[in-house]
């Protein structure tokens, strides 16, 4: 069984409707994070989580909201869909070393497309 | 905050090798990793340097010098199955990891 999973793995969504990704991890770690790549670009980050009670927003916030309901799940939400939201969103856990080292291990990913 | 520059793209053939460059500035550097990603798949992790030096993993090593602020992935004997993109990324203290642009590696036959 995969350590990351997200559901959906595909959603198309219509303008200004409201949609949930869901994000779910069985490697007990503390850090969670939400991506989103668009096509031939890297990673950006939307939303990270230290820990159930800590939220962050990350590069590209405007129009997401997250919920850590709990260690293991993170849930990202985009209240009024727009086109421009269209992109893969991956979510990822990570584990913090000794030395700092963060080895980050990420979901499938979910592939969005807003109409 | 943090930043990172590496090459968009970088075509070679099967067998040949790839240097991939990574410039990074940042405050409170831990360390440079590498992912891979191939289409449609998900990033995953190839290699961490937290010290100055070379680190090799099979066919792929990764280099760090913390004085230059600067890192490389190397690939050797290119494979068809190498064809990704390669991201570089800081990590930093108290602060998660940055993401450089990625890399894409095209191996041609």
């Known amino acids: 069984d995969a350590d990351v999973t997200q559901t959906p793995r595909n959603r198309i969504t219509k303008t200004g409707k409201r949609i949930m990704l869901e994000c779910s991890q069985t490697?007990?770690?503390?850090?969670m994070y939400w991506y989103r790549q668009d096509p031939g670009l890297g990673l950006r980050l939307i939303y990270y989580?230290?820990?159930?009670?800590?939220?962050n927003k990350g590069e590209i916030s405007d129009g997401y909201s997250v919920s850590r309901q709990a260690q293991a799940k993170f849930s990202l939400s985009l209240e009024s869909a727009i086109p421009n939201q269209t992109a893969l969103y991956f979510c990822a856990t990570s584990d913090l070393l000794a030395g700092g080292q963060e080895t980050q291990y990420f979901g499938p990913g979910t592939r969005l497309l807003v109409l | 905050g943090q930043s990172l520059e590496q090459p968009s793209e970088v075509t070679a053939v099967e067998g040949a090798i790839v240097q991939i460059n990574c410039t990074y500035q940042t405050s409170g550097f831990y360390g440079l990793s590498w992912y891979q990603q191939h289409d449609g798949g998900a990033p995953t992790f190839l290699s961490y340097?937290?010290?100055?030096g070379l680190e090799e993993t099979g066919r792929f090593s990764s280099f760090l010098s913390r004085s230059d602020s600067y890192g490389y992935l190397l690939l050797q004997e290119l494979q068809m199955k190498d064809s990704a993109s390669y991201f570089c990324?800081?990590?930093?203290?108290?602060?998660?990891?940055?993401f450089g642009g990625g890399t894409r590696v095209l191996v041609k036959p």
């Open positions: 340097n937290a010290l100055d």
């Open positions: 990324a800081v990590g930093a203290a108290g602060n998660k990891l940055t």
């Open positions: 490697k007990g770690h503390d850090r």
């Open positions: 989580s230290f820990d159930v009670k800590d939220i």
